[in-house]
């Protein structure tokens, strides 16, 4: 089967938009900490189709993580990772073992809220940024990942308890992501989906986020780390009330 940039159900003139959207969303994770990671996840959302839509959006996190994880090591909190890997296997194959199919707002409640709890509530015990904590909350956001591919606001929220520095946050949160999105493609490899009909726009997509990540740095330097924690903190709030919302929507609520 011939490679193809656009794959079959978009046209030019989206694939080129998503293109665009990368760069964009890209720059804002790099530059605010989160965030863009979910905004690309809700504009696929308009145009790719649904059995996809995780498995894609994984692969390009994951390319746009460790770009944005390779500019920035010299930051990262390389103990807290060590204690984040062994969660992401647990995670991840617990998930593939189960793959259980429960109501999409289940999780975005639960997200939601604890984001929120994360950002305004009472700080977590220092022990749990201990190795414990850290591994049952990557297992946790790991295995939750593989079915609603948005919790990088809850990662995120977790990483900024731990770190003020804002180059530490986003080099540790970058590395952190790139480690629990690698296993999607074993995963939803060995459940049938055919990444080769993706894949030139999964690559085009991760070059394109590249270009956006060091754009964002750039723009992380002008910050201050104060300034940086009340950018952070509003926007994780916003991504926090729109899970809460989708997740009324989700249920029938409204």
Known sequence: MELTLIPEGLNTATA????????VTSM???????GGGVLLLVLMAFWIPPAAIIPVHGMIQLGSNAGRATLTWRHTDWKAIAAFVPGVLVGAGLGAWLLIDLPPYLWQLTIG??????????????GAFGS???????ALTSFISLFV???????????????????????TFATAMTLQHAPKALVFGL????????LMFILAM????FAGTWLGLHVLKSLSNRHFSRMFNLLLTLLALRLLWQA???????
């Open 16 to 23: 080129v938009f998503l293109l665009l959207s990368s760069v």
């Open 28 to 34: 804002i994770t790099a530059s605010l900490g989160a």
């Open 113 to 126: 809220a604890f984001v929120l709890y994360l950002c305004w509530g009472p700080a977590l015990p220092r």
């Open 132 to 138: 414990v904590g850290i591994f049952l909350a990557s």
């Open 149 to 171: 591919g948005a919790t990088g606001p809850l990662v995120a929220s977790f990483i900024k308890q731990m770190h003020t520095e804002r180059f530490t946050t986003v080099a």
């Open 191 to 198: 459940a049938g989906f055919v990444f080769r009909d993706w």
């Open 206 to 209: 991760i070059s394109f986020g």
């Open 248 to 254: 009324g929507g989700s249920a029938g609520w409204w």
